[in-house]
């Protein structure tokens, strides 16, 4: 059984995101960024199949982002730097300090909080939306070329085999008594050289299977926008302008 | 002959070297990771990934550079960004909102040369444009207006520097390369090398 969340229509789902982001991004509350944060996290434990794991498991790089972003906040909020306040009145200072870092608090922490939010959005997004899923949205609703939609598709399907591929070649050269290291240009090469083979064989292989580009096709799935995908879209929009409009912290 | 359209073959290119990218960008974020550890009590964390700022243009710069066509610098961009959100990155379809100011910068640069000048130099140029529109994005977007100005400046230094040797360096030394070994031929950018030989 999926939850409401993924039966969302991922065009209108993105799209609200896109918009709430958008919205947020004019703001500075930190009280609705940590709600939007919030609510983000319910609905997704609440109305999709991802379960706290996986969650979690994006949760802490995210955490972890807005923990830098805090702590560059405390230091270097504009016009709050605890330097330049000492330099102008000495005898002021540990008042001045403290007004500074009070300020430079809540600069870092709308910074963090925002990230937060942004996080949650996304995450809401991406734990709940199957890929094929919203490429088959992107093809009705957006009315993206099937050259474009199908040939993300094979990529995506690739990404596991590259990755095994990459740690092969790398290993190829290490064997061969060359280190490598993350950034070492020679297995990125190889990569490519295989990367461009890749596209050969892969294009060859759909075309030869009937794949024709723009021509009139059936569909397997054929995603539609209902009336509750634009509810949901307008309630989310309407909660963070509301919020907007109310929170005054 | 040139055309505008995309051929399948194309998109899957475009699209395979993408992902590439991506892997080879989370290779890199173990030691970003580390450098975002060290910084972070100094207040300097976001400076960790920095270094690394470059390989998210890559997508860009690559089908900026192969195709050498109106729109390959958006369209791999989004492929790319669209891809990225696929694979389950935390930012979900904002991922899409800054690739499409990344391949924003590319586009720019080789609109303005009207499309017939693809060397390193623009490629450079364009770097240093795609640098500074997304820390735009950044202010914007992720509130970096709030940081002081020094702060950002260095961030802005650093970044500029990572896609210089990215994407105006490193992608067009890989690219010549699959030129010589007869890869890409077909492409825009092996018939515009074949004219420079001939020259």
Redesign the interface.
């Known amino acids: 059984m999926t939850g409401f969340l993924e039966r969302w229509n991922p065009t209108v789902?993105?799209g609200t995101?896109?918009v709430c982001?958008?919205l947020l991004?004019v703001q500075?509350l930190v009280s609705l960024n940590l709600a939007v944060f919030g609510v983000c996290l319910v609905l997704l434990l609440s109305g999709s199949r991802c379960g706290w794991r996986r969650v979690a498991a994006?949760?802490l790089?995210?955490c972890?982002?807005a923990?830098?972003?805090f702590?560059?906040?405390?230091?270097?909020?504009?016009?709050g730097?605890v330097t330049q306040v000492e330099l102008d009145t000495v005898s002021a200072v540990p008042y001045a300090v403290r007004a500074a870092m009070s300020h430079n608090l809540y600069?870092a922490l709308?910074?963090a909080t925002?990230?937060l939010a942004?996080?949650g959005?996304?995450?809401?997004?991406?734990?709940s939306t199957d890929?094929e899923f919203?490429?088959a949205s992107?093809l009705h609703q957006c009315r993206l070329s099937p050259?474009?939609a199908?040939?993300?598709l094979?990529?995506?399907h690739?990404?596991p085999g590259?990755?095994r591929e990459?740690s092969q070649v790398r290993l190829a050269f290490a064997v061969r008594g060359l280190h490598v290291h993350?950034?070492s240009?020679k297995p990125?090469?190889t990569?490519?050289?295989n990367?461009?083979?890749?596209?050969?064989s892969?294009?060859m292989a759909?075309?030869s299977k009937g794949?024709a580009?723009n021509a009139p096709r059936s569909y397997y799935t054929v995603p539609r926008v209902h009336w509750y995908d634009l509810a949901g879209a307008a309630l989310a929009v309407g909660g963070i302008v509301l919020g907007m409009l109310l929170l005054h912290y | 002959m040139k055309t505008n359209a995309?051929?399948?073959?194309d998109?899957?290119?475009i699209?395979?070297?993408?992902?590439?990218f991506g892997?080879?960008y989370l290779?890199?974020t173990?030691?970003g990771g580390i450098l975002?550890g060290i910084?972070?009590?100094?207040?300097?964390?976001?400076l960790?990934y920095e270094p690394f700022y470059g390989i998210y243009f890559m997508a860009g710069a690559f089908g900026v550079y192969v195709m050498r066509k109106p729109g390959a610098g958006l369209i791999a961009e989004l492929?790319a960004a669209?891809?990225e959100?696929?694979?389950?990155?935390?930012?979900?379809?904002?991922?899409?909102?800054s690739g499409l100011v990344q391949g924003f910068g590319f586009e720019l640069i080789v609109a303005l040369k009207r499309y017939k000048k693809f060397d390193r130099l623009t490629m450079i140029e364009g770097a240093v444009l795609c640098s500074v529109l997304t820390l735009g994005y950044n202010l914007?977007?992720?509130?970096?207006?709030?940081?002081?100005?020094?702060?950002l400046a260095l961030m802005l230094a650093v970044r500029i520097v990572s896609a210089i040797v990215f994407d105006g360096v490193?992608t067009p030394?890989?690219v010549d390369?699959?030129v010589k070994?007869g890869?890409?031929k077909g492409y825009a950018v092996a018939r515009d090398t074949a004219v420079d030989l001939e020259d």
């Open positions: 789902k993105a995101v896109l982001v958008i991004s500075y994006l949760l790089p995210a972890l982002a923990l830098g972003l702590v560059m906040g405390l230091y270097y909020a504009r016009g730097s600069t709308q910074l925002r990230l942004y996080a959005l996304g995450m809401l997004f991406a734990l890929a919203f490429i992107l050259k474009f199908y040939g993300i094979a990529a995506f690739l990404m590259m990755v990459f993350p950034l240009l990125i090469f990569m490519l050289v990367s461009v083979h890749w596209s050969e892969v294009s759909m075309e794949f580009g | 995309w051929k399948l073959k998109v899957l290119l699209a395979i070297c993408a992902v590439l892997v080879v290779g890199c173990y030691v975002y910084l972070t009590p100094f207040g300097m964390a976001s960790g492929l669209v891809l959100c696929l694979f389950g990155n935390y930012f979900g379809p904002i991922i899409i909102l914007v977007i992720s509130g970096y207006n709030q940081i002081a100005v020094p702060v490193v030394l890989l390369g699959l070994a890869l890409l």
